[in-house]
């Protein structure tokens, strides 16, 4: 399943509007640009489990609920690790 502007990218691979180096690519690892944008992630993910139960798809809706509460716990275990 495609989202909105899937299958559009600028050169090199980055999402449109978004500019990149080479540089910048090898230091943008997954788990950087997920803790970057893990407000978005989560919010993306309770919307979609927001439109799976009003389609009837619970069981859908609770995978995707369980997904972002790992993450969530993740980076709350993340923060206390870290020292101030």
């Known amino acids: 399943m495609a989202g909105a502007g899937a299958g559009r990218r600028a050169a090199g691979g980055a999402p449109p509007g978004v500019t990149s180096t080479v540089a910048e690519s090898a230091a943008e690892t997954v788990g950087a640009l997920a803790e970057l944008y893990l407000g978005n992630i989560l919010y993306a993910l309770e919307r979609t489990a927001v439109a799976l139960e009003q389609d009837g798809r619970g069981e ?25």
């Open 60 to 84: 859908d809706a609770a995978f995707y609920r369980g997904i972002a509460r790992h993450l969530a716990e993740a980076r709350g275990r993340a923060l206390r690790a870290s020292p101030p």
